[in-house]
């Protein structure tokens, strides 16, 4: 279920009194979310953490018994899949304005967390940030998704968007927000991102609807986290197809209720990641990877454009699940 409230009041902060909320959304991860956590802990800010589990056994739980010691640290149990389900149960719990995401296979330097409160706190009043995500080590495996701008910015329309990559401003795994403005835009969609019907681009959507509701999103390259994501060549065509499916999905929703600032936004995605790509393949002499990425850009295009949205916040309405036909 979506969160919508009226946003609250945002007051002016200033030095050590700005106490930031950090979430960390875990499933099935097992004992090494301990990393990520402990790696948290060792941040000299005033914060919470609350990890949100959503795991099937409790490994995870097993693997953080040791730092439930510290009062800083909130676990949280929950029995709901998907990543913006839990992001969302993560801002509902949050005590502080500020709030801070990073994933959960992700280390954060002890820097983090101070860093992202100065840059969300910073004279522009931004409602988002996003940091590097960086490949600590080279790895054996083929590719570990990563995303560093070669300087800071601040984008506040659509059709002002620029990145590092063509595509995105930044990735969820080094993101830090204002709550009242993201509840004030429904939250993040239940039907995007990991584990949802969507599996992807919860991040991505929640950036295009808070900029096309004349808010600011920044990118710093102050901070960072140290992404051990690293993927095989499988993977890595999953992670990428389903990248592409869910922006095209989220860019089909917006297009769908008439925000057509996002057409020249997705037409930017096919371009980079289908037309460029396939140009340059052919004049190396390789054969173009771009049926594939052609058919999630279009099959989710189609997707986002047929399921029906709330006009509103722009999030999608959840489907009744299909009942298989009975037997005769």
Not at 62 to 74: H, I, Q
């Amino acid at each position: 279920m979506a969160i919508s409230i009226e946003p609250t009041t945002i007051g002016r902060w200033s030095g050590r009194s700005v106490a930031a909320s950090v979430v960390v959304c875990t499933r099935n991860r097992g004992r090494r979310v301990r990393s990520t956590v402990a790696s948290v802990l060792r941040n000299d800010w005033p914060f919470e953490l609350i990890v949100i589990d959503q795991s099937d056994d409790d490994v995870t739980y097993e693997g953080l018994t040791s730092l439930l010691d510290d009062p800083r640290l909130r676990y949280i149990r929950s029995r709901e899949r998907g990543l913006s389900r839990s992001r969302n149960l993560g801002i509902a719990e949050a005590r502080h304005e500020l709030i801070i995401m990073t994933d959960d296979d992700c280390v954060v330097p002890p820097s983090f967390v101070q860093t992202m409160v100065e840059e969300l706190t910073m004279g522009e009043r931004v409602a988002m940030v996003f940091a590097d995500v960086v490949e600590p080590v080279s790895s054996d495996l083929h590719w570990t998704p990563t995303n560093e701008a070669h300087s800071d910015y601040t984008v506040s329309a659509v059709r002002g968007w620029k990145s590092n990559d063509g595509v995105n401003i930044g990735i969820g795994a080094a993101m830090g927000f204002r709550k009242s403005v993201v509840l004030g835009v429904g939250g993040f969609d239940e039907q995007l991102g990991a584990g949802a019907r969507y599996h992807s681009a919860e991040d991505t959507d929640i950036v295009l609807r808070l900029l096309l509701r004349h808010h600011r999103v920044h990118r710093t390259t102050r901070t960072w986290v140290d992404h051990l994501g690293a993927r095989t060549v499988s993977e890595t065509r999953n992670v990428i197809h389903g990248a592409m499916f869910g922006m095209a999905v989220a860019s089909g929703k917006l297009i769908r209720h008439r925000q057509w600032e996002v057409v020249p936004y997705f037409l930017g995605v096919a371009w980079l990641m289908v037309i460029k790509v396939g140009v340059l393949e052919i004049i190396n002499g390789r054969r173009p990877p771009v049926l594939g990425r052609s058919r999630q850009l279009v099959g989710g295009l189609i997707e986002g454009l047929r399921h029906p949205g709330d006009r509103s916040t722009l999030l999608f309405r959840p489907l009744e699940p299909e009942v298989p036909p009975s037997s005769p």
